[in-house]
């Protein structure tokens, strides 16, 4: 039965697994989510800007592993309109600029927030590490118009912004390494404050840029941005997605603890 | 125009997915058209948000007087950009070594600096912080703050690899073993995260928009 | 001239960057701009080569009829619709361009869906792993397996159900202690390798990338 057991059809697998994922989407359920510590801070942070500041969103990710980041750039913007905090939008991912327009969009229009006044995309330019040092010294030099190619000089919301200095805090929302490059240039040689919002794959590798406080705050994949959404007490894909994501997590677990015993019964019967 | 793309989504999504059955021809060409669109996507892309803002405009403003005659300045990393191309022709292929060895010793020397100040001297300063306030910190905390400093040492010395790994060497490199596991375990937990999340966002695409274009 | 003036120009460049970045003068850092702004030109001509290569091994496989070679044509039709329809023709007054709908409907309709999709099928794969690979045989294994379950229950609320607080409080203390150390050991590891690199290649000690040849 073990033998069995352990050289079971890996479709059957498959069919398990889309099956926790199909049901919970056909009887949706919800569990309380605890925030943890680098949510909370990021959440912090830009709770306590004052009106008028701005942030900047850097969509560093494509439609690979958009799923994790859209949820918490929708948390952190909304949050962002409802303190009159500005938004600036830029890419460094050539895939990501339709999918920042869609999701910057998709706030605006629920928030009532004004392009060019509350927001604006500045879209994406080539080179990341040259483009971080570029906007360092001036913005202009890099993006000289947005990305509906309108000359920045007649943006509202830009007319006060030169350069790094300017910019309150400086959100990655990644999935590739482009937070370790923001850090190095943009934090190290400039100043800018820096939090991300990354994909569960590259979680692991931010922690110890967040002891140093290279980092003030991140969201860990689909469950940051589901705490981001507790924390601003709005319901958003985040949160569906992570009560969906139990389910599957558990089955990973049972498929490894199943596994293991079959292994390890029928090494004891081989002995 | 919605309901076609819902459609046409549905169907190169489950394209793919029959590839969990076996590979057959629907995943080939969807995966082939996926190729074939992301080169194009990239090509436009490039020439409107890099090629143009970069070096065409520069040009034409210095050119038509908008700008200052600085502009001319950009021709010569054209000019290096240009270089690459010759990768295309065997006879002028060595000539490529030009803008590699000029990106090269730019990316160096703006990469040591900064490199050295964010993760060299900010992790050791991380790693020693916690204590310059250890009275201020907790028996747990002070147990952590010891953990990583024993962590990060034992690390360092697996990757250490100018001595032969024998005695008390081979002893701290196995405890940096440990602690690599560990690291390692968490990618994979949360690596489990990101993937699922994918899957989670195409099944509820396909249940809840395709799906509810039917009934 | 093949070997030695890209030498000296990699020098040359290393060091003005080196030097520029502690100079606060004025004309050192207008410098420092100036070639910072060099790199930006010069990126998207290495994306342009990339492209066109991809393109020379799929125009290959057509023209000698290589096994599936029928699938490069789509490659090709892709990219030409992605081309086209992403191409303001101003002769011929075409509206379209990269920020026009139609360019924005492809991508969404098409190119995200198959993406997307295709990077899904790895929770598929991870799953099947995790039941045929996932094996406690050693210490080392075990210890990576366990940390690997505590770290899933304590992602997800489901978790904090079956074991209480204590499962997202262990993914916490895990992610912010062993696992910190050990990426920290990485990152130390990583930067001294690339910066030592750097520093051989501005002095031309390492040319391994000029490739073969005189």
């Known amino acids: 039965m073990f033998e069995k057991l352990m050289n079971i059809d890996r479709r059957i697998v498959f069919t398990l697994v889309a099956l926790v994922v199909i049901i919970p989407m056909l009887a949706p359920f919800s569990i309380p989510l605890t925030v943890a510590e680098p949510t909370q801070n990021l959440y912090d942070y830009i709770d306590a800007l004052p009106p008028g500041s701005t942030i900047m969103i850097s969509f560093d990710y494509g439609p690979s592993s958009f799923v994790e980041p859209e949820p918490m750039a929708e948390a952190v913007m909304k949050h962002c309109f409802d303190k009159e905090v500005n938004v600036i939008g830029i890419t460094l991912e050539i895939q990501a600029v339709p999918l920042a327009d869609k999701v910057m969009q998709r706030v605006a229009v629920e928030k009532g927030a004004v392009y060019g006044e509350d927001y604006v995309l500045l879209g994406y330019r080539p080179g990341d590490t040259f483009v971080i040092l570029g906007m360092g010294a001036e913005i202009a030099s890099v993006f000289d118009s947005d990305y509906l190619e309108k000359p920045i000089t007649e943006i509202p919301m830009l007319q006060n912004i030169t350069n790094y200095d300017q910019i309150s805090l400086l959100l990655?929302?990644?999935?590739?390494?482009?937070?370790?490059?923001?850090?190095?240039?943009?934090?190290?040689?400039?100043?800018?404050?820096?939090?991300?919002?990354?994909?569960?794959?590259?979680?692991?590798?931010?922690?110890?840029?967040?002891?140093?406080?290279?980092?003030?705050?991140?969201?860990?994949?689909?469950?940051?941005?589901?705490?981001?959404?507790?924390?601003?007490d709005a319901f958003g894909s985040g949160t569906k997605g992570i009560n969906t994501a139990s389910l599957v997590h558990l089955l990973v677990i049972g498929l490894v603890v199943i596994g293991n015993i079959a292994f390890f019964v029928q090494r004891r019967r081989e002995e | 125009m919605e309901f076609l793309g819902i459609w046409i989504a549905a169907f190169l999504t489950l394209c793919i997915y029959s590839f969990l059955y076996r590979d057959n021809p629907f995943y080939r060409f969807a995966e082939h058209l996926l190729v074939g669109m992301s080169v194009g996507y990239i090509i436009i892309l490039t020439i409107y948000f890099g090629l143009i803002p970069y070096a065409w405009d520069p040009i034409q403003k210095a050119v038509t007087g908008e700008a200052s005659r600085w502009g001319f300045l950009t021709l010569i990393p054209?000019?290096?950009?240009?270089?690459?191309?010759?990768?295309?022709?065997?006879?002028?292929?060595?000539?490529?070594?030009?803008?590699?060895?000029?990106?090269?010793?730019?990316?160096?020397?703006?990469?040591?600096?900064?490199?050295?100040?964010?993760?060299?001297?900010?992790?050791?300063?991380?790693?020693?912080?916690?204590f310059s306030v250890i009275g201020t910190l907790s028996s747990f905390e002070i147990f952590g703050a010891i953990l990583i400093v024993i962590g990060v040492i034992c690390t360092l010395t697996y990757f250490f690899f100018s001595v032969e790994h024998r005695g008390p060497i081979a002893g701290i490199s196995k405890v940096g073993i440990t602690f690599l596991m560990i690291g390692f375990g968490s990618a994979f937990g949360n690596t489990v995260m990101g993937r699922v999340a994918l899957l989670i966002q195409r099944v509820d695409f396909l249940i809840n928009d395709w799906i509810g274009t039917i009934f | 001239m093949k070997q030695q003036v890209p030498l000296v120009l990699c020098f040359l460049f290393g060091i003005v960057m080196i030097l520029t970045e502690?100079?606060?003068?004025?004309?050192?850092?207008?410098?420092?701009?100036?070639?910072?702004?060099?790199?930006?030109?010069?990126?998207?001509?290495?994306?342009?080569?990339?492209?066109?290569?991809?393109?020379?091994?799929?125009?290959?496989?057509?023209?000698?009829?290589?096994?599936?070679?029928?699938?490069?044509?789509?490659?090709?039709?892709?990219?030409?619709?992605?081309?086209?329809?992403?191409?303001?023709?101003?002769?011929?007054?075409?509206?379209?361009?990269?920020?026009?709908?139609?360019?924005?409907?492809?991508?969404?309709?098409?190119?995200?869906?198959?993406?997307?999709?295709?990077?899904?099928?790895?929770?598929?794969?991870?799953?099947?792993a995790a039941y045929r690979a996932f094996r406690a045989r050693t210490f080392e294994a075990t210890l990576l397996l366990v940390t690997a379950v505590i770290v899933m229950l304590g992602n997800v609320p489901i978790g904090d159900i079956i074991w209480g607080d204590t499962a997202s409080n262990a993914r916490q203390w895990i992610l912010d202690n062993p696992n910190l150390s050990a990426r920290r050991g990485i990152i130390l590891g990583i930067s001294l390798g690339a910066i030592s690199q750097s520093i051989r290649i501005i002095l031309g000690i390492e040319r391994s990338y000029l490739g073969g040849g005189d």
């Open chain 3, 22 to 128: 502690f100079s606060p003068h004025a004309a050192s850092q207008a410098t420092y701009k100036e070639i910072a702004n060099w790199g930006r030109v010069i990126s998207p001509f290495v994306l342009a080569l990339a492209v066109i290569t991809l393109i020379q091994t799929h125009w290959a496989r057509i023209q000698r009829r290589t096994e599936h070679w029928q699938y490069s044509v789509v490659v090709f039709f892709g990219m030409i619709l992605m081309v086209v329809v992403g191409t303001p023709l101003v002769i011929v007054g075409s509206p379209f361009g990269p920020q026009h709908p139609a360019f924005q409907w492809l991508f969404n309709n098409v190119q995200v869906p198959m993406d997307a999709t295709m990077f899904s099928l790895l929770a598929f794969f991870i799953a099947s």
């Open chain 1, 172 to 232: 990655v929302l990644a999935a590739g390494s482009t937070v370790e490059d923001w850090i190095t240039y943009g934090h190290t040689k400039f100043d800018l404050q820096i939090a991300a919002g990354v994909t569960g794959v590259i979680v692991s590798q931010m922690y110890p840029y967040l002891q140093t406080k290279q980092l003030i705050g991140l969201m860990p994949g689909f469950r940051g941005a589901a705490e981001y959404e507790k924390l601003i």
């Open chain 2, 78 to 130: 054209i000019c290096i950009g240009l270089l690459f191309f010759t990768r295309l022709s065997t006879r002028h292929a060595w000539l490529i070594r030009y803008p590699i060895a000029i990106l090269m010793g730019v990316t160096s020397g703006i990469m040591i600096p900064n490199a050295l100040q964010t993760d060299i001297f900010a992790q050791v300063q991380g790693t020693l912080n916690p």
